[in-house]
C-alpha cells in the first residue's frame, strides 16, 4: 500500500437546527468578536435569523459582511478584512456557498493581528502560513465541500482565478444544517448537487494521492449524492434528502482535499471566467466529454464507481461497456435535474472555443491530475464535444 497523508477539518457536525449552536462554538474558540462572511442573497432569504439572534443573545458580538458575489474578486476579500479588523474580530464564520466560505478562508488569515503576508503573497501552494483566526464554515448549498478543504479560489482579473492551497486554510469547524438549505432554488440545487459529484468522481480517479481513505468517502459520497439529488431537485423541503447531500458534498470535498480534483475542473474555470457560468454548471456542461476523453485510461475505476452511482439501473459487462453506460446515466441526469446540456445553451460562441482551450491549459496545477495527459487540441476537442 502506497503511504498517504489524509488531513480534514477537525470538528464535523451535521443535525438540522444545529446553527443554534454557533454561539457555543464562538465561546468554545474563545471568540466574543466575529465576522460572519456571507452575500446578499443570504441576508435576503432571511437565514441569518437562524443565527444572530443566538450569537447576540449569548453575548457574541458579530458584524455581518454581505458583499461576497459569485467567483469573488480580490476587491471583495480585501473589503473584508478591512470589516474584520475594523471590528476587531476574534473569529470568523463562513456561511453561505462556496464563495462566502472561501473568502472567509482568507480573511481568517489575513485579519490576524500577527499575518504579515498580502493576499498576493498566498496565491499558490503551501504560500499561506498562519497564524490564523478561529475559522468555522457553514455551507447553504450541498456542493463545493469548501468547509473541509484547505482550498479558495481567487478571482484576480476580468477572466482570471488564482488559487490559495495550504494546510492553514483548513477550517476548525465545519456545521451542517440542512434547515438552511430547504429554501434553495431547483437548478442551484442541480447544479451544486452535479459539482459535488465531480469532486468525487475526480478524486476516485486522481492519479496523485489517491488513497484508500478519500476512494471510500468518494465511494459513499456518491451513494447519497446519486440517491437523492433527484428527491433535493424536485422535492426541496424533504429533509432527509437535502441532509444527505449535504453530507454527500462534505465527504466529496473531504475526498477531493486530499486527492486532488483534475481535467473537468481545469475546463470549468475558463467557462466561468470569461461567461459566468456558475461554477457546478461549468463542471457538469463538460463533465461527460472529460470522461469520454478519460475513458481509455479510467474506464475500470468508472466501472467500479457506476453501480454506487446508478444504482438500480446498473447491468454487469465489461469495463468499457459499463464506463460508457455510467457517461451516458450522467448525461440523462443532468437532463433530469433541469440542467443544460450543451455550451450553446449558455451563450458559449463556437468561435471562442479555441480560447477556451487555451485558458484551460494554464491549470496544470489541475491537469497534472488527470489519469489521461490533456493537450490543448485534447481541451478543444472536448469543448466542442461539449458545445
Known amino acids: 500500500m502506497q503511504a498517504f497523508t489524509f488531513s480534514t477539518t477537525r470538528t464535523l457536525i451535521h443535525e438540522p437546527g444545529s446553527v443554534a449552536r454557533l454561539a457555543e462554538l464562538c465561546q468554545q474558540q474563545g471568540a466574543d468578536r466575529a465576522l460572519l462572511v456571507t452575500d446578499a442573497g443570504i441576508r435576503k432569504a432571511g437565514l441569518l435569523q437562524r443565527a444572530l439572534p443566538g450569537l447576540e443573545a449569548a453575548g ?41 466560505m472561501d473568502v472567509a478562508k482568507l480573511v481568517a488569515i489575513l485579519s490576524h493581528p500577527h499575518c504579515n503576508q498580502t493576499l498576493e503573497d498566498l496565491y499558490g501552494v503551501g504560500n499561506a502560513r498562519g497564524p490564523r483566526l478561529p475559522l468555522m464554515q457553514i455551507p447553504t448549498t450541498a456542493g463545493t465541500g469548501s468547509e473541509v478543504t484547505p482550498i479558495a479560489i481567487v478571482t484576480t482579473g476580468k477572466t482570471t482565478k488564482a488559487g490559495v492551497v495550504s494546510p492553514v486554510l483548513q477550517p476548525d469547524i465545519a456545521l451542517l444544517d440542512a434547515e438552511l438549505t430547504l429554501g434553495l432554488p431547483p437548478q442551484v440545487t442541480a447544479a451544486t448537487g452535479i459539482d459535488a459529484m465531480v469532486h468525487a468522481i475526480e478524486a476516485y480517479t486522481s492519479v496523485h494521492r489517491k488513497n484508500p481513505y478519500s476512494d471510500m468517502l468518494a465511494r459513499e459520497s456518491l451513494g447519497l449524492l446519486a440517491g437523492n439529488i433527484l428527491t433535493a ?20 470535498g473531504q475526498a477531493f482535499a ?104 494554464q491549470q496544470q496545477r489541475l491537469l497534472v491530475n488527470n489519469p489521461r495527459e490533456v493537450t490543448e487540441q485534447d481541451a478543444l476537442a472536448i469543448y466542442q464535444a461539449a458545445w
Open 60 to 100: 457574541i458580538n458579530a458584524t455581518v459582511f454581505d458583499q461576497v458575489e459569485a467567483d469573488p474578486a480580490d476587491s471583495t476579500i480585501l473589503a473584508a478584512v478591512a470589516a474584520a479588523r475594523q471590528h476587531n474580530a476574534g473569529a470568523v464564520i463562513g456561511f453561505g456557498g462556496g464563495s462566502s
Open 258 to 361: 486530499n486527492a486532488p480534483v483534475a481535467a473537468v475542473h481545469a475546463l470549468a474555470y475558463p467557462l466561468g471566467g470569461h461567461f459566468h457560468i456558475p461554477h457546478g454548471l461549468s463542471n457538469s456542461l463538460v463533465l461527460p466529454h472529460v470522461m469520454r476523453f478519460n475513458a481509455p485510461s479510467a474506464r475500470a475505476l468508472y466501472a467500479e464507481l457506476a453501480p454506487l452511482i446508478m444504482g438500480d439501473d446498473f447491468t454487469p459487462g465489461s469495463d468499457a461497456e459499463v464506463s460508457e453506460r455510467l457517461i451516458r446515466w450522467l448525461e440523462r441526469l443532468i437532463e433530469r435535474v433541469g440542467l443544460p446540456r450543451r455550451l450553446r445553451d449558455c451563450e458559449v460562441p463556437e468561435d471562442f472555443l479555441g480560447q477556451l482551450a487555451a485558458d484551460a491549459m
Open 233 to 252: 431537485v424536485r422535492l426541496g423541503t424533504d429533509i432527509e434528502a437535502r441532509s444527505r447531500m449535504l453530507l454527500g458534498a462534505l465527504l466529496a
